[in-house]
């Protein structure tokens, strides 16, 4: 699929001029200035659609100054399948996105490393669940750890890793290595349901380059 015309930013400067620090919950804007997070999950052909076309009225209606987090989920174990969500996904994106600023992530290294190939104009992000890796893909060593998860973002134009472990916060020597590797590192809440608090305040002052939190 060729790219949008136009050249891609470098993803920190798309980050920072977007201020993306707050996010919403998926399928959620909380009101002007506010940002909304995507969720993508193809399980059946019918939910598929659906999706698409939730994404497209998303995109139509929303201002254009509301950056988009769209975490991408594909459960079918098929390569063109996977191939063919991709490219609808892109197809709409590419059409109805605009200007405005888009992040894809996704729990599955399979989607990140197909996205990266077909497109370099957004930036990708890898989920990864620590220590449980409950949302992760099961037995992937990629998803173990952040070490891991580090070394498999940056060969395939990965731009960075979203993680829910709060000792990343502990530990300003790891997180270093992370920006040392030009990778972007997000921290997000272990539990997405809960609210924005003090602790979060304290969070930020650690060498993070976004803090998600559940803004309400």
């Not at 000792?167 to 300003?172: E, I, M, Q, T």
Request: with cysteine; glycine share 4%; net charge neutral.
């Amino acid at each position: 699929m060729p790219p949008p015309p136009g050249h891609a930013v470098p993803v920190k400067q798309q980050l920072s001029d977007a201020n993306l620090s707050l996010l919403g919950t998926h399928w959620r804007h909380s009101g002007p200035g506010e940002r909304l997070k995507l969720q993508i999950d193809q399980t059946a052909p019918q939910s598929f659609a659906l999706s698409t076309q939730d994404l497209v009225t998303r995109l139509l209606k929303s201002p254009t100054t509301v950056p988009f987090v769209i975490e991408l989920k594909n459960e079918l174990a098929i390569d063109m399948d996977c191939s063919a969500f991709l490219d609808c996904i892109l197809q709409t994106v590419y059409r109805f996105g605009s200007k405005r600023t888009i992040v894809f992530t996704s729990f599955n290294p399979a989607l990140c490393t197909a996205l990266a190939v077909k497109q370099d104009t957004y930036p990708i992000f890898f989920l990864i669940d620590i220590p449980t890796t409950n949302k992760s893909v099961p037995g992937d060593v990629r998803s173990a750890s952040l070490q891991n998860a580090m070394h498999f973002a940056r060969p395939f134009g990965i731009a960075g890793v979203v993680a829910a472990c709060d000792p990343f916060v502990l530990s300003s020597t790891l997180l270093a290595k992370v920006n040392e590797r030009g990778l972007v590192f997000w921290k997000r809440p272990e539990n997405m349901s809960d609210e924005y608090d003090k602790s979060a305040a304290k969070q930020s002052e650690a060498v993070l380059d976004f803090l998600v939190v559940n803004h309400r």
